[in-house]
């Protein structure tokens, strides 16, 4: 078992930049975040393996960094110039190897809220 806490989420306001965190109980080989706003299904937002190697969904290139510090199990996801629609909740997810969408992580965390709104 891999227990995942995040953390980070909040309040922002649009045109803003957030950091999120994700600690996980051991190490992993591959973490992403996912987001899911009301009424719609769950989507990537990106992947990175413990060789640092991210992967991002086709509509999160832009904005979105995911990164990762391996020492203490850790993956982030900066999200800059932030817009209502990034409105959802992030979820820190895990798994011990790699996986193919529509495939998803095994491991997840609660999930963390990130409203913008001015």
């Known amino acids: 078992q891999v227990q995942l806490v995040e953390s980070g989420g909040g309040l922002v306001q649009p045109g803003g930049s957030l950091r999120l965190s994700c600690t996980a109980s051991?190490?992993?080989?591959?973490m992403a975040w996912y987001r899911q706003t009301p009424g719609k299904q769950r989507e990537l937002v990106a992947t990175?393996?413990?060789?640092?190697?991210?992967n991002y969904a086709p509509s999160m290139l832009d904005r979105f960094t995911i990164s990762r510090v391996n020492l203490k199990n850790a993956v982030y996801l900066s999200i800059d110039n932030l817009r209502p629609e990034d409105t959802a909740v992030y979820y820190c997810?895990?798994?011990?190897?790699?996986?193919?969408?529509?495939?998803?992580?095994?491991?997840w965390g609660q999930g963390t809220q990130v409203a913008v709104s001015s």
């Open positions: 990175i393996t413990s060789a640092l190697t991210p």
């Open positions: 997810a895990a798994d011990p190897q790699t996986i193919t969408p529509p495939q998803v992580p095994t491991y």
């Open positions: 051991r190490s992993i080989y591959l």
